[in-house]
């Protein structure tokens, strides 16, 4: 079992962070009425380059430290930074009415012109935001009054407040923490609106986060989170055991899972709760359809790879249950993802017959197919840090032999697999869908040129017509055609089985038992740790 802890802690580590007290003895603290104030959580990566307009930083610290315009709930899009808002008859105007006696962290008032400041300097940086259709889009932010602003776009399009929703790049920052009127060289400071404040960091070794006392939405009653970066495995396990770590939450971007029975005996020790958010996104494979040189590009061997993959054994036994089945690209709990489409269970004969009908046979004595003198191998590339996407490779590599199909795994770092999946230098590659609150506009968006899943939609036989079909559907004003549009897309995209799922995923809590009002934000990356406190 001990070792089963390790690896449960190793794997956390991957994905996730721990809040931990620095320089004190135990990770809970207790402020003047006797209740504990503060969280401690261990992270395998320091925080980073914690400004909000480019991509380096931890999500889950910029997430406490900067806001947003609006923000995307289970409930839709509501009021954070702006009060209230008016759309245009033509949706090309979106006018913000802003929440007054806001500050930044260094006394800066919250307004129109910091509005106009930070979203002119997202825009003055386009090839790094190019990602974000929103992005090209924006044709001026105008300032009205001290708290009116008004964004202009170029054109209708109904994901904008999805998007301003996000956590990166339009949320704000100071504008005494830009440099020579600009973020995108670098900053200053960080200096955000949000419930906690940067304190202290040393970097690759923990970051400090204090509550803001003057938060707009009331001081936080968890006073103090640390982001402590510690190495895998015992050193990791010997603080949780000292109370040096009591917090872990997996922010679940691919990269592991959690032991059940590890977790479930830390919970029977009586010192620890484990909460559990709804399907948050899809564990995908992604598979390269321009690969020219690849089977690959074949709709029948991706199919039938599809049908070869037990994806109820993995869940169950390499995932302890803890990740449920996937048979569609999203989840049934995303918006416009209620879809008739044709459901592919493992059925390793019927990939055994795609394959033959495609002409890949067996030659005797042979285990794996031919076709022209070609063999039928594909390589697929995994998280080398993530134990779990490397027994699921595992897996699979020895049921798509089964059927005649040989692969051969590949360890990588995940920034060297995102170079090959907007590249196009892969085969096969473990990936996720963008998550629930994202999806499915983001995900989509991200099958177009220059895009991150070009390559594995490029080469499909219609995909001029997905293409047509995605920009279509992120101007559309009448819901009906929205629903018809995303329907068809998700049809294409499935029929050619170029993202074969495997598991949806969650984001997994482990905290003190005595911690309340833990919930989940409709995204994988982030919690609202203002909202919780001590009983």
């Given at each position: 079992m001990k070792k089963r802890l390790l690896l449960l802690l190793s794997t956390l580590l991957v994905g996730a962070l721990?809040?931990?007290?620095?320089?004190?003895?135990?990770?809970?603290?207790?402020?003047?009425?006797?209740?504990?104030?503060?969280?401690?959580?261990?992270?395998?990566?320091?925080?980073?380059?914690?400004?909000?307009?480019?991509?380096?930083?931890?999500i889950p610290a910029q997430g406490i430290v900067y806001e947003s315009l609006v923000e995307n709930t289970k409930d839709g899009i509501k009021p954070s930074l702006a009060e209230s808002w008016d759309i245009s008859a033509d949706g090309k105007t979106y006018t913000f009415h802003l929440?007054?006696?806001?500050?930044?962290?260094?006394?800066?008032?919250?307004?129109?012109?910091?509005?106009k400041k930070n979203i002119d300097a997202v825009q003055s940086n386009p090839s790094?935001?190019?990602?974000?259709k929103l992005s090209t889009?924006?044709?001026?932010?105008?300032?009205?009054?001290?708290?009116?602003?008004?964004?202009?776009?170029?054109?209708?399009?109904?994901?904008?407040?999805?998007?301003l929703a996000m956590t990166r790049p339009y949320a704000f920052i100071s504008p005494k923490d830009f440099i020579n009127g600009e973020t995108k060289d670098g900053v200053n400071g960080y200096h955000g609106t949000g419930p906690y404040k940067l304190g202290e960091h040393k970097t690759d070794q923990y970051a400090v986060f204090e509550s803001n006392e003057s938060y707009w939405g009331g001081a936080?009653?968890?006073?103090?989170?640390?982001?402590?970066?510690?190495?895998?495995?015992e050193t990791t396990f010997l603080a949780l055991q000292k109370g040096e770590v009591n917090f872990i939450f997996t922010d679940d971007r691919g990269a592991d899972s959690i032991d059940v029975q590890a977790m479930n005996q830390l919970v029977d020790n009586g010192n620890y709760q484990i909460v559990r958010s709804e399907p948050m996104n899809t564990k995908i494979i992604a598979a390269n359809s321009s690969n020219a040189d690849s089977p690959v590009k074949e709709t029948a061997v991706r199919e039938a790879l599809w049908y070869a993959i037990d994806r109820e054994t993995i869940s169950k036994q390499i995932l302890n249950g803890t990740?449920?089945?996937?048979?569609?690209?999203?989840?049934?709990?995303?918006n416009y993802a209620n879809v008739n489409l044709i459901k592919r269970d493992y059925d390793s004969e019927m990939a055994k017959q795609m394959l033959e009908k495609a002409d890949w046979t067996l030659e005797n004595g042979g285990d794996i197919r031919t076709k022209a003198g070609g063999k039928l191998?594909?390589?697929?590339?995994?998280?080398?840090?993530?134990?779990?996407?490397?027994?699921?490779?595992?897996?699979?590599?020895?049921?798509?032999?089964?059927?005649?199909?040989?692969?051969e795994l590949i360890g990588e770092e995940s920034s060297s697999i995102a170079n090959r999946r907007t590249s196009g230098d892969y085969d096969l590659l473990f990936n996720q869908t963008w998550g629930l609150a994202y999806d499915p506009q983001s995900t989509i968006a991200a099958f177009t040129a220059e895009s991150p899943y070009y390559y594995t939609t490029k080469g499909i036989a219609n995909a001029a017509e997905l293409y047509e079909k995605i920009d279509a559907v992120v101007v559309s004003t009448d819901e009906t055609t929205r629903e018809s549009l995303y329907s068809d897309i998700q049809k294409i995209v499935h029929?050619?089985?170029?993202?074969?799922?495997?598991?949806?995923?969650?984001?997994?809590i482990v905290a003190p038992k005595n911690l309340q009002g833990i919930s989940f934000k409709q995204t994988q990356y982030e919690l609202p740790f203002e909202q919780m406190y001590f009983e």
């Open positions: 721990l809040l931990a007290g620095c320089g004190e003895d135990k990770a809970e603290s207790a402020g003047e009425s006797g209740k504990n104030t503060e969280l401690v959580y261990a992270t395998s990566k320091d925080i980073n380059d914690m400004n909000p307009h480019l991509y380096a930083g931890s929440r007054k006696g806001v500050a930044f962290h260094d006394g800066t008032p919250f307004n129109a012109d910091a509005v790094k935001h190019a990602w974000i889009k924006i044709v001026s932010v105008d300032v009205v009054d001290d708290y009116t602003v008004q964004l202009v776009l170029s054109g209708t399009y109904y994901p904008t407040l999805t998007e936080p009653k968890v006073k103090k989170i640390t982001a402590k970066v510690l190495p895998a495995g990740e449920t089945p996937a048979d569609t690209l999203f989840s049934a709990n995303v191998n594909m390589k697929l590339y995994y998280d080398a840090n993530s134990s779990s996407q490397k027994t699921q490779a595992e897996f699979i590599q020895s049921s798509a032999k089964k059927v005649g199909i040989g692969l029929d050619e089985a170029v993202f074969i799922p495997l598991t949806n995923g969650n984001v997994t």
